[in-house]
């Protein structure tokens, strides 16, 4: 839960969910939900964690970057997505980050009733190969 950071621990420059077993990670001080976060489209589904001391930045632990607030992105440009979601249709979840890049989709591609139908809002970015190889599916 948001409201209880105790519960939460932050693991920075891990490339294996396994390795989080052995690694002491990070204390949570504070979540910071966004304040228009909408539960049902899930628009603005992000959050900050301010950790309880200070992260020390290195070749494997850096800062995310971020678009400034505005930017229009063009559809077609290309971006990074990572995560440890499975590689197949009801697969496993992957053990090892997983990252690739992929080219931006237009909502209106995105929300066509054989893709999203719909569910992306002007808010979310869609991203990925429509053919199914490579996307985000959050």
């Known amino acids: 839960p948001l409201n ?11 490339l294996r969910q396994s390795s989080m077993f052995y690694e002491k990670g990070h204390r949570v001080e504070k979540v910071i ?3 228009n976060y909408d539960s049902k ?6 959050a900050l964690m301010k950790l309880h001391t200070p992260l020390t930045f290195n070749e494997v632990v850096k800062p995310v970057c971020l678009p400034n607030p505005g930017m229009m992105l063009e559809p077609e440009q290309h971006c990074w997505i990572s995560g440890w979601g499975a590689t197949q249709e009801k697969g496993k979840t992957s053990d ?8 931006l989709i237009e909502p209106r591609r995105c929300n066509n009733k054989y893709v999203y139908d719909g569910l992306i809002t002007p808010a979310m970015i ?5 053919q199914g190889t490579v996307d985000s599916c959050q």
């Open 96 to 103: 090892v980050l997983n990252a690739a890049m992929v080219p």
């Open 41 to 46: 489209t899930k628009n603005n589904d992000i």
């Open 33 to 35: 939900s966004h304040p």
């Open 4 to 14: 209880s950071p105790w519960q939460w621990t932050a693991f920075v420059g891990t």
């Open 126 to 130: 869609c991203a990925g190969f429509l």
